[in-house]
């Protein structure tokens, strides 16, 4: 039994006596989503399917997954699914533009020693699959604050059933920003968590700030941070706004 077994099994165990049902369900989300995750792999390397269409295929999937599967479908779920599938398309093209302008499609010169023996021509369009990598990462940012508002505003409009869609959505507003800081933070660190290691690889090799800010390694992930920042702020009023609206459309 190795490790990734052993934790698993902790993971699953605290997942059931904290969660319960959901928890248990929350536990198999994960391997869903990997599935999930790993075909959309497999159909990006047919050169024949478009790398951002199978992105957005399993980005629904995920959101399906992740609100449907865990939380049941009820009005919180339908308003946070909708608001983030509108968020993400209004994302796409922002994900394209800065993409090709930043030019972080590809491999990292860091990166490159490992196979440089071999071909990386392999018939694929590499800067939209860098544009499906950021559009893949930003996905659980965006569904969760999603979820995080428009739970919260159902509850409201129960307690208060004569609240009017503008107070309502302002109410949404409200919770966003309470919840803002912590989502941007939490994308930073884990981002700086994750990167302790090329920090410390740049400083062995004496890098100055200028070349840190232009390594491709180091510029493609603070750029899926931002986009995924980015995405959280935008689902705010868009969850808001449609919340709002699903709640108080027979007013």
């Not at 989300?29 to 790398?51: C, E, R, T, W």
């Not at 608001?83 to 090709?100: E, K, N």
Request: glycine content about 8%; overall charge neutral.
């Amino acid at each position: 039994m190795n490790v990734l077994v052993v934790l698993s099994i902790i993971l699953f165990l605290l997942m059931m006596i904290v969660g319960g049902k959901k928890g248990i369900r929350s536990f198999l989300a994960l391997f869903l989503n990997f599935g999930i995750v790993i075909l959309a792999v497999f159909l990006m390397s047919n050169a024949d399917n478009d790398p951002i269409l199978v992105t957005i295929l399993a980005s629904v999937a995920i959101s399906c997954v992740n609100l449907f599967y865990i939380n049941e479908v009820n009005s919180t779920t339908k308003t946070a699914f909708f608001a983030t599938i509108v968020s993400i398309v209004l994302l796409i093209l922002f994900i394209l533009f800065i993409t090709q302008q930043a030019l972080i499609q590809g491999f990292a010169e860091e990166e490159t020693a490992e196979f440089a023996a071999f071909s990386v021509n392999i018939g694929l369009d590499f800067m939209k699959i860098g544009a499906a990598v950021i559009i893949m990462s930003t996905i659980g940012a965006i569904t969760d604050a999603a979820i995080a508002i428009s739970s919260p505003m159902r509850e409201i409009h129960k307690h208060n059933p004569t609240m009017g869609k503008k107070e309502l959505y302002l109410s949404g507003i409200s919770i966003g920003r309470d919840i803002l800081g912590t989502s941007t933070n939490t994308l930073f660190f884990a981002f700086f968590g994750g990167g302790l290691a090329l920090f410390i690889w740049f400083k062995t090799l004496s890098y100055t700030t200028g070349e840190i800010f232009n390594a491709k390694i180091f510029s493609a992930e603070f750029i899926t941070i931002l986009t995924a920042g980015i995405g959280v702020i935008l689902v705010i009023p868009v969850t808001a706004w449609i919340t709002a609206f699903y709640l108080t459309k027979g007013e």
